[in-house]
């Protein structure tokens, strides 16, 4: 399935400076669960959100209408990091399903206490946020554009995360030297984000 990038500025809109923690679950492939009532404002919320982290260009973490049953559930459980939409307000009380749950009807956004360590906003997430406001909020501005403006800041952030890797021998993949990050005297929240995002990209040390 295709993205859709034509819902970019209303995400935006609706969940305005929010829309960061919406950005961070993605780029630490985090499982995120979307609820509304109707299946089209599901599809064309949960299409858009893998442009969200454009590098990636992974749509296989999409799976835009989950059924509450025991089938579909367990194919969902099976995957790492996901998008999935539902129609049920059961899956709210189905903490097992998410990491960041979304109710899009109401507006708001809810993240797990299992990953509120991983996902500290600070400085840099303020930032980010600023950057997705500010972009969405300018008219001259079109949806592509403004997943274009998100997409350089990533490029950035990774290649911070890129001058703090080293490539140990007999491992083509570089990897993350953590005594490097800590180095950096980075805001707390910072340091832990590119920790975790070195995790996401399986850059850590086993």
């Given at each position: ?10 995400i ?15 780029m ?145 993949k ?29 850059m850590?040390?086993?």
């Amino acid at each position: 399935m295709q993205p859709s990038l034509g819902y970019c500025v209303d995400i935006v809109s609706q969940f305005g400076m929010e829309t960061v923690i919406l950005y961070t679950a993605l780029m630490l492939k985090k499982r995120i669960v979307v609820y509304h009532p109707r299946i089209e404002a599901i599809q064309e919320f949960t299409r858009t959100l893998p442009a969200l982290v454009w590098h990636r260009q992974d749509w296989s973490i999409l799976h835009s209408y989950v059924h509450l049953n025991e089938e579909e559930v367990e194919a969902l459980k099976a995957c790492t990091g996901y998008i999935a939409g539902f129609t049920d307000s059961e899956v709210s009380s189905r903490p097992d399903l998410y990491d960041v749950y979304v109710n899009l009807a109401d507006s708001e956004i809810t993240i797990s206490p299992v990953v509120k360590e991983a996902m500290t906003m600070g400085k840099l997430h303020k930032e980010i946020g600023q950057l997705i406001v500010q972009s969405a909020e300018d008219p001259e501005k079109s949806d592509s554009q403004v997943i274009k403006d998100i997409s350089l800041k990533t490029k950035e952030i990774l290649a911070t995360l890129a001058s703090l890797t080293e490539v140990s021998d007999g491992n083509e993949k570089p990897t993350l030297n953590s005594e490097a990050l800590k180095q950096k005297r980075f805001p707390p929240a910072t340091e832990n984000f590119l920790f975790h995002l070195a995790a996401a990209e399986q850059m850590l040390k086993i």
